[in-house]
Antibody, heavy 118, light 110 residues
Framework: QVQLQESGPGLVKPSETLSLTCAVS????????WSWIRQPPGKGLEWIGYIYYSGSTNYNPSLKTPVTMSVDTSKNQFSLNLSSVTAADTAVYYC????????????WGQGTLVTVSS | QSALTQPASVSGSPGQSITISCTGTSNDVGGYNYVSWYQQHPGKAPKLVIYDVSNRPSGVSNRFSGSKSGNTASLTISGLQAEDEAGYFCSSYTTSGTLVFGGGTKLTVL
C-alpha cells in the first residue's frame, strides 16, 4: 500500500520561502507523476503542480506565488518550494500520486497545515 | 483558469440516491474523459471515488457512479448511507495541460 507523508514547517513568515517534502513509502517514486495540492481553511482544492520522477515539471500558471518542485529518487521523496509567500498561501498542503499524467490522484498524504504569519 | 461549478450543498435521506453536478467548458470537462471525483470527510485527506468519468478504483463501493454529458459531469450515490455525508470535489484535465477542481459540494444525509 502506497503511503505519502508531508513534512515541513507549520509556520512561515511573509515574504519567506515555504518548503515541504513528501516521503513516499510502500512503492517506488519511479514511473509516476507526483503532485502538490492545497486547500485554504474552509475552502476548495487547488492544484499547484506536478513533478515526474525524471524531474520534469508542470506548474499551475494561475498561482501568483513562484513555485519550484524537485525530486530525489534515491530517497523516494519529492519537494515543494513556494517563494515570497503571503497570507493567501495559508492552507493545508497535500502531496498526491497522479493517475496517469494528470487524470486525477489516487494516493494522498494526510496533509500539513502551513500558516503564513509574522 | 476558472473553477468547475458544483452546487454548494445537496441532501438526501438514507437509502435514496443523489446526484452532484460538475459543470465546466469545452476546454476541460467537455474536452476530455478525465474527470475525477473525491470524497473528503472533515479533517481528512480527499479520497478518489471516480476517475476517467466513470471508473471506480478498487475498494470503492459500487454505490458510487459517474457520467458525463457535454460540459457537465455527474456523480451519483445510490443507497445513501450516513457515512456518505462528506464534501465532494470534481476535477478535470484542461486544454492548457493543467488540472482544475470544482468548488466542492457538501452532502448531508438527513
Amino acid at each position: 500500500q502506497v503511503q505519502l507523508q508531508e513534512s515541513g514547517p507549520g509556520l512561515v513568515k511573509p515574504s519567506e520561502t515555504l518548503s515541504l517534502t513528501c516521503a513516499v513509502s510502500g512503492g517506488s517514486i519511479t514511473g509516476y507523476y507526483w503532485s502538490w495540492i492545497r486547500q485554504p481553511p474552509g475552502k476548495g482544492l487547488e492544484w499547484i503542480g506536478y513533478i515526474y520522477y525524471s524531474g520534469s515539471t508542470n506548474y499551475n500558471p494561475s498561482l501568483k506565488t513562484p513555485v519550484t518542485m524537485s525530486v530525489d529518487t534515491s530517497k523516494n521523496q519529492f519537494s515543494l518550494n513556494l517563494s515570497s509567500v503571503t497570507a493567501a498561501d495559508t492552507a493545508v498542503y497535500y502531496c498526491a500520486r497522479n493517475v496517469g499524467g494528470l487524470r486525477g490522484f489516487d494516493y494522498w498524504g494526510q496533509g500539513t497545515l502551513v500558516t503564513v504569519s509574522s | 483558469q476558472s473553477a468547475l461549478t458544483q452546487p454548494a450543498s445537496v441532501s438526501g435521506s438514507p437509502g435514496q440516491s443523489i446526484t452532484i453536478s460538475c459543470t465546466g467548458t469545452s476546454n476541460d470537462v467537455g474536452g476530455y474523459n478525465y474527470v475525477s471525483w473525491y470524497q473528503q470527510h472533515p479533517g481528512k485527506a480527499p479520497k478518489l471515488v471516480i476517475y476517467d468519468v466513470s471508473n471506480r478504483p478498487s475498494g470503492v463501493s459500487n454505490r458510487f457512479s459517474g457520467s458525463k454529458s457535454g460540459n457537465t459531469a455527474s456523480l451519483t450515490i445510490s443507497g445513501l448511507q450516513a457515512e456518505d455525508e462528506a464534501g465532494y470535489f470534481c476535477s478535470s484535465y484542461t486544454t492548457s495541460g493543467t488540472l482544475v477542481f470544482g468548488g466542492g459540494t457538501k452532502l448531508t444525509v438527513l
